[in-house]
């Protein structure tokens, strides 16, 4: 029997909770996702508001309007660039045992315009009150789906709260898909790229790899970027899928990768510019680094360091220090409820011409969501006499996987000016 | 976004005994920046040296090397600047040496960024730190190598001329941008 929704992933919070629930590697052979979510918060209230999903770490991308009922009226409203909306859930001192039910769809998610996100959930609690909601949420990427979070806006998401991520198919699949062959494995520093060859007709909706540790790693085409465990053989079985079933290559040759460091993106400025910014990070990594070398269009004979936004959030949820030598002595200063973090220096052009400034810039556990993110920067330069050294730090208060590094300059980066951003295994 | 490795060795050298200054030459030119981290330690007869990096040349000279300084040493905090025309140093840091408890070594490391470009002159960031155990170093420096010129070699010099000692270990990094 055939069917129309294939379930790609399932998490259940367990007895600490959860403020976010979070799925990577999202497939993209699909149509459209579905989630269903099951929801209870333990905020000291009945119930929980400011519920809302990120997908691909992307803050404030987002606009939404609702209609809600109470069961004593009806009522609606609208927010614009903001977080996006899931509806209120049941907390603490609510009837016990009651979870929301939601769904969230969003079509052509893979697709290259704007996305929009429908919401409709229930919070029954057998009392008027009880909220029903519609939500259209607009979600404004153009980039594929890879990730989606979905984050308890008052308190944490309670043990056995349930979310289920569907994938739907253009078509119903009417025959078994047929396996791929020529299986061939590629170190690339931390995973592996998997290419093969689909067979003609093959019936497939999505492909997949699965290694030898048993994690799965879904594309839509060859090759598939896979994780790989540093110094040890791993081996991945390709497969042909659609919603019948799914159908394996012969298993290639084992690789082992001892390679930790890998180029990600380059950016190299043929004229003035800033930002600079790099976006659809993979997630394969431990750490980021940045590798900076930099100068201003600004005509002055001075200097001015840039700054960095992560995810495109420009809020005021960045603290940041710097200690730095300008030759003659040694100052520090921060900003907290910052809308930014310190980053790599750059000379203004008023200084003698072709110093560019050098910077390293170290993001740890940057795909972590337990964590919030610190940067830590080494970054100057030095002109005969005039220089400047600085160590900077900063956080970002996110759990957000980072997927996006934007680098502002004070003025605007000067035509050489390049920024080479590297992954760590 | 094609992900490539990198961060190669290009060579490496363990002294087995006291040694002289080294070099390293025929630097490829096929990477992005280059990292030199040496993990050494020096015969003067004092507790520490300095170690001193030049680009194109083989001597312990050159004239167009200019350094801002960030120093710590648990007791105090300095910033300094060498110009082209004060003694010239390279790009430095410092490193223990004969009279420092015996078998302690420091850490140097040289970032030369885009040393193959010919139209930023040589930026290089430094990090060099020891701990003598009462006593010790941190240094945060950023030197300039006022030449477009491609870097092809590099000389790894010291204080006044000092050997390094048996155990150092200089090694060449290549890191390749996408």
């Known amino acids: 029997m055939s069917v129309s929704y294939y379930p790609l992933f399932t998490q259940t919070v367990g007895a600490a909770g959860a403020s976010t629930i979070t799925f ?63 509806g209120v859930v049941p907390a603490a001192t609510g009837t016990a045992n009651i979870f929301s039910v939601g769904t969230l769809e969003i079509p052509n998610y893979t697709g290259g315009t704007y996305k929009q996100g429908f919401v409709n959930s229930v919070s029954e609690n057998n009392t008027v009150g009880a909220t029903a909601h519609l939500i259209s949420n607009l979600i404004k990427t153009t980039s594929p789906i890879t990730s989606l979070s979905l984050v308890c806006g008052n308190g944490s998401f309670v043990q056995y709260s349930t979310v289920t991520i569907y994938a739907r198919a253009a078509q119903y699949s009417t025959a078994l898909p047929v396996s791929p062959s020529n299986p061939l494995v590629v170190d690339q520093a931390g995973f592996a790229a998997v290419s093969f060859t689909p067979s003609s007709s093959d019936n497939a909706t999505t492909y ?48 082992t990768s001892s390679n930790s460091f890998a180029s990600i993106a380059t950016v190299t400025l043929a004229s003035a510019a800033s930002p600079i910014v790099f976006t659809n990070i993979p997630q394969n990594y431990t750490h980021l680094q940045l590798r900076t070398s930099l100068r201003n269009t600004n005509s002055g004979a001075t200097e001015s360091f840039s700054v960095i936004i992560l995810n495109g959030d420009a809020g005021a949820n960045y603290s940041t220090h710097s200690v730095f030598s300008n030759g003659a002595s040694i100052t520090s200063f921060n900003a907290v409820s910052a809308t930014s973090m310190y980053g790599p220096e750059a000379p203004n052009d008023g200084r003698t011409a072709s110093i560019f400034a050098g910077g390293i810039v170290d993001l740890l556990d940057y795909s972590n969501t337990l964590k919030y993110k610190t940067s830590k920067v080494f970054t100057g330069f030095d002109d005969n006499g005039f220089g400047y050294v600085f160590m900077h730090s900063g956080t970002w208060y996110s759990f957000a996987p980072v997927t996006a590094i934007q680098i502002n300059s004070g003025s605007t980066f000067k035509a050489g000016s390049t920024i080479a951003l590297y992954g760590i295994a | ?97 004969a009279s420092a408890t015996a078998n302690l070594f420091g850490l140097a490391e040289f970032h030369i960024m885009n040393y193959a470009s010919t139209i930023m002159t040589k930026t290089v960031l430094i990090r060099g730190s020891y701990d003598l155990n009462g006593s010790g170093a941190l240094d945060l420096n950023v030197a300039n190598y006022q030449s477009t010129v491609a870097v092809t070699s590099l000389q790894i010099g010291s204080g006044y001329g000092y050997n390094y000692a048996a155990g150092t270990t200089f090694t060449l990094y290549g890191i390749t941008a996408a």
Do not use: C
């Open chain 1, 208 to 255: 997949a790899v699965t290694d030898n540790n048993s994690v799965t790693t879904y594309g839509a085409s060859s090759p598939i970027i896979a994780p790989v465990t540093l110094g040890s053989a791993t081996t991945y079985t390709v497969k042909a899928i659609n919603s019948l079933g799914s159908a394996s290559a012969a298993i290639n040759p084992s690789v």
């Open chain 1, 24 to 86: 990577n590697n999202i497939p993209q052979g699909y149509q459209d996702l579905k989630i269903e979510y099951s929801l209870r918060s333990n905020a000291a209230s009945s119930t929980a508001d400011g519920n809302n999903f990120v997908v691909n770490g992307l803050a404030n991308i987002y606009s939404w309007t609702q209609v809600y009922s109470t069961g004593a009226g009806l009522g609606g409203n609208n927010l614009a660039n903001s977080t996006s909306y899931l």
């Open chain 2, 1 to 97: 976004m094609a992900a490539q490795s990198t961060y190669t060795p290009i060579a490496t050298t363990t002294y087995a005994s006291p040694g002289v200054n080294y070099v390293f030459s025929n630097i490829p030119q096929t990477y992005t920046d280059l990292v030199l981290v040496v993990y050494g330690r020096n015969t003067y007869p004092t507790a520490t040296n300095a170690i001193n990096m030049y680009i194109n040349t083989t001597t312990q000279s050159s004239s167009n090397w200019s350094q801002t300084n960030l120093n710590g040493t648990g007791t105090g905090n300095s910033a300094s600047h060498q110009t082209t025309s004060t003694p010239d140093y390279g790009a430095s840091t410092s490193l223990p040496s």
